[in-house]
């Protein structure tokens, strides 16, 4: 919880950041076409909302999700945050292509629904490439704003659905399309810069990272 309420400290103090640097913002805008951009970014883990999400990613992608009636799921789960890498290309001043590629992982602990006594771990890699178009609409010398799209192909390998211990030994991967959006992206720095983003669907609602222009 503690990593939350920073990460999402962080991303509420950077988005104020165009208001509060209101000279900048009202200053020149900055014309970075023909830059190119590489960042690295970890988002919130979907946390509680992960095994829904997976459970709706899973069953479009053909997995049978639906555990043994004799087993439910226990409180003790592992989440981690959402990584991701990306680079992007400015090819207008408010324009940018590129490309992300993103991973999560979580895992639930099954129980006997009979004692609640440990049955196996049920978990889920999911893996995505995507290829990203970004709109910026606030262009300054050190705060850039935007919003953006996209869309790939996701990789979810998991033991959901095992109805058994010696199933859940194994694994199913399979491949699925998958679509981003961000709602909106701030960039404060020059070439050296800071990336926080908020309602962002492949690294979590909030995502904080750092980046280079060159």
């Not at 959402?82 to 895992?107: M, P, Q």
């Not at 998958?178 to 992206?185: E, K, V």
């Given at each position: 919880?503690?990593?939350?309420?920073?990460?999402?400290?962080?991303?509420?103090?950077?988005?104020?950041?165009?208001s509060?640097s209101?000279?900048?913002?009202?200053g020149?805008?900055?014309?970075?076409?023909g830059?190119?951009?590489?960042?690295?970014?970890?988002?919130?883990?979907?946390?509680?909302?992960?095994?829904?999400?997976?459970?709706?990613?899973?069953?479009?992608?053909?997995?049978?999700?639906?555990?043994?009636?004799?087993i439910?799921?226990?409180?003790?789960k592992?989440?981690?945050p959402?990584?991701?890498?990306?680079?992007g290309?400015n090819?207008?001043?408010?324009?940018?292509?590129?490309?992300?590629?993103?991973y999560?992982?979580?895992?639930y602990?099954?129980l006997?629904?009979?004692?609640?006594?440990?049955?196996?771990?049920?978990?889920?890699?999911?893996?995505?490439?995507?290829?990203?178009?970004?709109?910026?609409?606030?262009n300054?010398?050190?705060?850039?704003?935007?919003?953006?799209?996209?869309?790939?192909?996701?990789?979810?390998?998991?033991?959901?659905?095992?109805?058994?211990?010696?199933?859940?030994?194994g694994r199913?991967?399979?491949?699925?399309?998958?679509?981003?959006?961000?709602?909106?992206?701030?960039?404060v720095?020059?070439?050296?810069?800071?990336?926080?983003?908020?309602?962002?669907?492949n690294?979590?609602?909030?995502?904080?990272?750092?980046?280079?222009?060159?």
């Amino acid at each position: 919880m503690n990593f939350t309420r920073r990460l999402i400290l962080a991303a509420v103090l950077m988005l104020l950041i165009p208001s509060v640097s209101a000279q900048d913002s009202k200053g020149k805008k900055v014309d970075y076409t023909g830059t190119q951009e590489v960042d690295i970014s970890v988002g919130l883990p979907y946390g509680p909302l992960f095994r829904s999400a997976s459970i709706v990613g899973d069953a479009f992608a053909g997995f049978n999700f639906i555990s043994p009636s004799d087993i439910v799921t226990g409180e003790n789960k592992t989440v981690l945050p959402t990584f991701r890498a990306e680079y992007g290309y400015n090819v207008l001043s408010w324009l940018s292509l590129g490309a992300g590629v993103n991973y999560s992982y979580g895992s639930y602990r099954m129980l006997y629904k009979e004692d609640n006594s440990h049955a196996w771990d049920e978990w889920t890699h999911l893996a995505t490439a995507t290829f990203n178009v970004k709109f910026y609409w606030l262009n300054r010398k050190w705060v850039r704003m935007y919003s953006g799209v996209g869309v790939g192909l996701g990789i979810v390998s998991t033991n959901a659905g095992a109805e058994n211990a010696e199933e859940a030994a194994g694994r199913s991967t399979k491949l699925l399309p998958t679509f981003d959006l961000r709602l909106i992206g701030l960039t404060v720095g020059q070439r050296l810069y800071g990336r926080f983003e908020v309602g962002t669907l492949n690294t979590g609602l909030v995502s904080a990272g750092i980046g280079y222009r060159f």
